[in-house]
């Protein structure tokens, strides 16, 4: 990345945290001033979506340390980096959201975090081992992401 | 904005009014206050809810998932649930999760009470059946 900036923050794996993580993501998006509010919005439930994810990973492993984020801005995008010391999970394991006719459909309360996470960034990085989970969003600095329904 | 729930009773049907954020951290609160409805409903009458999410600021995959379990308990008991909102946030997520074909979305309150689910707005992209069937 060229003359970026970049900031790291480790916050409690506790839900009451994911606020103050949407408040960072506005923050950062604010510095570039060419990304629509659309963008904006979009990315802030991406990062949340990560953070949930990595709240919950922590709590199924019983871990008390921290969830640590990195943002980097640059002239081209904005990057956020949620790491976890989870127990990891297998990405391509994901069950694909039911039709909405699909009686299963209604019994699909979770799992849209990642669904979520792929229409509404850019770019997405999904790392996952036994040690953790590292998970990558970025929204790029002038384009107008589209919103994927079908 | 303090995520916060106001219930109340319009044309037979449950109107709960939520303000806030709705994440996994309030989501546990919207929950209950969904259950909580429901259950004193039963077993007299079938639970009729509208959501009125006109006052959301925030709402991810976790208050999505509330809503999809609220929606499947109704429905369950024979009952039927409707949400209200206009902002075009909250409409895009519902299209892309498609939670949009499965419950029938209203622009007021006043049309979701009032209005037969049939006659529900375009937007919802809803054969009233389709919903029902499920």
Not at chain 1, 118 to 131: G, M, P, R, T, Y
Not at chain 2, 71 to 85: F, M, P, S
Request: hydrophobic share 40%; with cysteine; glycine share 6%.
């Amino acid at each position: 990345m060229n003359n970026s900036s970049s900031f790291d923050i480790e916050i409690p794996a506790r839900a009451k945290y994911l606020s103050l993580v949407r408040s960072l993501v506005e923050e950062a998006a604010e510095t570039k001033t060419s990304l629509s509010r659309t963008q904006v919005e979009d990315f802030k439930v991406a990062v949340s979506e990560a953070t949930t994810n990595a709240i919950e990973a922590h709590a199924r492993a019983s871990s008390d340390e921290t969830i640590k984020i990195r943002c980097t801005v640059d002239s081209e995008r904005v990057e956020f980096r949620i790491a976890d010391k989870g127990c990891g999970f297998y990405p391509d394991q994901i069950q694909p959201l039911p039709e909405p006719d699909d009686p299963d459909r209604l019994t699909f309360e979770r799992g849209l975090g990642i669904y979520l996470m792929k229409v509404l960034a850019d770019e997405v990085e999904i790392q996952s081992n036994k040690n953790g989970t590292e998970v990558t969003l970025v929204i790029q600095v002038g384009k107008s992401n589209t919103a994927v329904t079908e | 904005m303090d995520f916060n729930v106001v219930v109340a009773s319009q044309n037979g049907w449950e109107v709960l009014s939520i303000s806030g954020e709705i994440d996994m951290a309030t989501a546990p609160q919207f929950r209950k206050q969904l259950l909580d409805t429901i259950n004193a409903s039963l077993p007299t009458i079938t639970p009729k809810l509208v959501l009125n999410l006109t006052s959301v600021d925030f709402i991810d995959s976790t208050g999505l998932g509330v809503l999809l379990g609220a929606t499947k308990r109704v429905r369950g008991a024979g009952g039927d649930i409707r949400l209200v909102q206009n902002n075009p946030r909250l409409a895009e997520l519902l299209a892309m999760t498609r939670l949009d074909q499965i419950i029938d979305v209203f622009a007021s309150v006043a049309e979701a009470t009032e209005g037969a689910a049939a006659d529900a707005p375009s937007n919802t992209n809803s054969d009233a059946s389709t919903g029902n069937d499920l």
